[in-house]
């Protein structure tokens, strides 16, 4: 299947540092999705992005879909310790996999205070 | 009400047993899932019922069995599970499968561990 490619794998940062993390695809995406999951929690939905170039705001949270929609980030500004937990983008198929959303490996991100 | 629920939350069987895990929106989403997640990794998809039918099946094994009931339940029965099935079991609801804003709301899970 199509695969979305998703970086760091893992992230260690200060309280107050910021953060990024990057999802890429070989093939131009409909759309990507991105959501949260806290440690021991469950995926919880964030935002969705269909536009070329589309560039989203969720108070620190500022997510971006590339001009070629081949490529997604996410990035929080100054991290609190609430944003600890995996970051997961997920593109959703269509055709005969429509509703089918594959997810990236998702970036663990760490904030220590 | 926005939000999905499982039950159980935790199940341990043997590998002989028969147990089925339950799932329930009241969101009036006509598009529900089962995903597997293991530890450190993404939520990888099981099963899509659009409008109380089947619609993707990825190559799960015939021992998960899923039914969906009417458009508010879902179920997943298990039967001679292996050890290395034991997982996070995640629900999740959806619009439609051709809503063209698909946002899915995941419930807690069911931690299943097969001994």
């Known amino acids: 299947g199509q695969q979305v490619m998703q970086i760091p794998q893992y992230q260690h940062v200060q309280e107050g540092e910021d953060f990024t993390t990057y999802c890429n695809s070989s093939?131009?995406?409909?759309?990507i999705q991105w959501y949260k999951q806290r440690p021991g929690g469950h995926p919880v939905f964030l935002i969705q992005l269909v536009k070329s170039g589309e560039v989203k705001k969720q108070k620190r949270l500022t997510f971006q879909f590339g001009e070629a929609k081949k490529n997604s980030s996410l990035h929080i500004t100054a991290t609190q310790t609430t944003d600890v937990g995996t970051y997961f983008c997920?593109?959703?198929?269509?055709?005969?996999?429509?509703?089918?959303?594959?997810f990236g490996q998702g970036t663990i991100l760490t904030v220590h205070p | 009400d926005t939000e999905v629920t499982q039950t159980p939350k935790h199940l341990v069987m043997g590998m002989t047993n028969k147990k089925s895990l339950k799932c329930e929106q009241h969101?009036?989403?006509?598009?529900m899932y089962w995903y597997k997640q293991k530890a450190k990794k993404p939520p990888e998809l099981m099963f899509v019922?659009?409008?109380?039918?089947?619609?993707i099946n990825e190559s799960v094994p015939s021992r998960f069995s899923p039914e969906c009931p009417n458009s508010s339940l879902l179920n997943l029965h298990l039967h001679a599970l292996q050890p290395e099935d034991s997982a996070l079991y995640l629900c999740a609801s959806s619009q439609g499968s051709r809503s063209s804003y698909n946002e899915q709301f995941f419930g807690p899970g069911t931690r299943l561990t097969v001994l």
């Open positions: 093939t131009t995406l409909s759309n």
């Open positions: 997920g593109r959703r198929g269509g055709g005969t996999s429509y509703g089918k959303l594959t």
């Open positions: 969101m009036g989403h006509r598009a």
């Open positions: 019922y659009s409008y109380e039918k089947l619609s």
